[in-house]
Every structure is written in structure tokens, then in C-alpha cells.
């Protein structure tokens, strides 16, 4: 019983960790091929040559990310938000509303959405990092999605992300009509944005360009000169102010703690002038004679009553010789030593 329940909850955290996972792909950017012309089914039909004509007007182009063949395409660009590796396998694609029908059942819901299979390492995507599939009439493998997703030009597309299981859906966005060459990116957090043609990053982080002040401002400043003196001007001028603000501070707390403690502070220091003076000027006990010349006489007055510092010597030495046997000879053994004779 110890080891299914430990079998159970290792399953149950794992599928845990998975779900927790597969909620951190976000949709991240999205081109939709603008030029009806530049359609790799459409470009079939025409002559090889005008098709090639085509597909290398196509490649002057910066928002038309070529897939494996070469060719331009449609593609939407999921990204791992989080700092883990994740794998995005067997998860579906959807720009299929009806997908959005509860009634629905998961092999329902299937048909109308395109799996990304397993296989492929390229699946298995690092933290903050991005994959991008490519819209077409044909599934090429891995990265191409099938026709059960479309991206029309000129409207709108709603596109959505579902989890392994066809029900839980991790993210979804609606994406506007978007003009030839434009793609719509996330920026920080749910921000959306258009993006021009020059300004289009598969495969990497977005960045917001869309900001007329600060393009200004680099064409105008293109060595950064101004940029420094108004940084330095903004250090500069907040310090001042800081000191101004401190000085000022210091100034009013000491006023108000000169008012609060002049009440306390004066009586005390009086009481301790006024024994300052006394011991200068003498008491009225001392008639007027300073204090230290008072009590040094007081002091010389009792040492000369007690009899001084030294004792009246007669000069005369009082030690008298007593003889003692602390010095005989005998005492210093402990038995006398016989002398034997030999006959």
C-alpha cells in the first residue's frame, strides 16, 4: 500500500509540474502573409518563373520568415515565459472559434486544430526562449502546421494555444487585420503592438519600437552627448536639492529642540554658576577667604595638632649585646660524630 501511494503521488506531481508548465507558452508574435500573390499555393499555379519571381520579391522582405524550403509563409511564434525547460509536444494550435464550444468533445475538438508532434528537439524549448510554426495548405513536418489552421490576410484571426489534452486552454489572442509586412508582437506582459516590416523578431525577443520621442531623440543625439548632460544635470540638481532639504530640516529641529529644553536646561546651568561662584568669592563663613586657601589651613592646623609626620628622635641608640647560643658550633649538627681509635 506504501508504494502505490507513493507511485500515485510521484504521478500526480509530475502531471502537476507538466500542467504548471504547459501554462507558461504564450503566443509571442504573429505574421500573417499579406500578398495573396506570395502564397505558395497560389505562387504553384502561376508559371515557375513568375513563382520564383516571387518568392525572391519575398525574400527582400524582412517580416517574411522563410521555412525550410525557402519559401514565405505565415507563422506564429510561441515563447517559454518561464526560466525552465518545457516541452510543447503533442499541445494544439487553433484559429478555429468553434473550438471555443463546450459541447465539444476532445477527439471533436481535434479535428479542428493542428498537434505539434514528438520527435523533434526542437520541441523542447528553454527558459525565455521561442519556437515558431509556420501557417500554410501543407503540413511539411514539425514546424508546419496542418490545414486544419488558417491565417487569412486582410482580417481578423483569432488564434489559440490548447493543452495536450484538447481541453485546457494555455492562450489565446485576437489578432487584427494587419497590413502587407506588419506582424503583431507581445511586449511587456499583454501588450500587443503592430510592428512594421524592419521591426519583426522570429525567433527573438520583442522590443518596443513604436515611440516617435525616443526615435527623435537618437536621430538628433546619435553620440549620446545630450543624453549624458541631462543625466548629469538631473544627479546634479537632485543633490541640491537634498542638501537644501536637510539644511533646512536641520534648522527647524534644532530651533525646536532649543525651544523645548531652554525651560529644563536653564535653571540647572544657574544652580551650577551660582557654586562656581561661591567657591571663588568664599562663603560667608569663610569671610570672604577663597575656599582653597581655607581648608588648606584647616588641613596644616590638624597635622600640626596630631604631632606632625615624624616621631622626636633623642638620638641615642638603645641596643644592648645579650650572649645567646644561637651561634655555637654544636648545635649545628644533630649528633656528635665518636672517634674510634684503632690499637
Known sequence: MKKLFS???FLAVSVGTFAQGAHD?????????????????????????????????????PAFYLDEYGEPASWIEIENTSYSTHEIRNCFIATDRAVLNPDLSAPEREQLMSIIPAGDPRTLISGKQRITFFVGNRNRGTLHTTGAVQLKAGEDNWIAIYDGNAVDLLDSVTI???????TYARLNGNTWQVCEASEATPNGPNQEYHNDKIREFKEKDPYGFAMTLMCMAVVFTCLAILFLFFQGFGLIIAKLVGKVAKPVVTP??????RVVEAAKQGTTETKGIPMETYTAVIGL????????THDIESGILTIN????SWADKSHELRTIPQLHHNN
Open 7 to 9: 507511485i500515485l503521488s
Open 25 to 61: 507558452f504564450k503566443i509571442n508574435e504573429v505574421f500573417v502573409l499579406g500578398c495573396p500573390k506570395c502564397c505558395p499555393a497560389t505562387a504553384a499555379a502561376d508559371s515557375s518563373a513568375v513563382a520564383g519571381d516571387m518568392v525572391k520579391d519575398c525574400q527582400k522582405k
Open 176 to 182: 487584427p487585420a494587419l497590413q502587407p509586412g506588419q
Open 268 to 273: 540647572v546651568v544657574e544652580a551650577g554658576e
Open 301 to 308: 592646623a590638624l597635622h600640626e595638632y596630631f604631632g606632625g
Open 321 to 324: 649585646h645579650e650572649q645567646t
